[in-house]
């Protein structure tokens, strides 16, 4: 069982930054592939970015890319989402979520465990 929090969410203006953190309780985060989704108003949740679980790998979505950044500190059982050059368009609640598969890591289905969500909001 792993429990995940999301903390850092907030109100931004268009073209700025805000850095996501997920931090898991529970055994052997290590062992999990960590992935940031997102979800906006009337629309299905999306895959944002996802890592492996030694870090050596990173995915994201291409509305992301070159923007955000997915991180993680095995250390501190925490996963990060630096998120730059806000747009209006990234306005959504991003849930965190753990799985075991990187095969599907894109998927919403190769995910086991999510967190409650944070809330991000870009002002343009």
């Known amino acids: 069982q792993v429990q995940l929090i999301e903390s850092g969410g907030g109100l931004v203006q268009a073209g700025g930054s805000l850095r996501l953190s997920c931090a898991a309780s529970?055994?052997?985060?290590?062992?999990?592939?960590m992935g940031w989704f997102r979800q906006a108003p009337g629309k299905e949740r999306e895959f944002v970015a996802a890592?492996?679980?030694?870090?050596?790998?990173?995915y994201y979505a291409d509305s992301v890319k070159g923007r955000f950044t997915i991180s993680r500190d095995n250390t501190k059982n925490t996963v990060y989402l630096q998120m730059n050059s806000l747009k209006p368009e990234d306005t959504a609640i991003y849930y965190c979520?753990?799985?075991?598969?990187?095969?599907?890591?894109?998927?919403?289905?190769?995910?086991?465990?999510w967190g409650q969500g944070t809330q991000v909001t870009v002002s343009s």
């Open positions: 979520a753990a799985g075991s598969l990187l095969t599907f890591a894109t998927m919403t289905r190769g995910y086991d465990y």
């Open positions: 890592i492996s679980r030694s870090g050596g790998n990173t």
């Open positions: 529970g055994r052997s985060f290590s062992s999990y592939v």
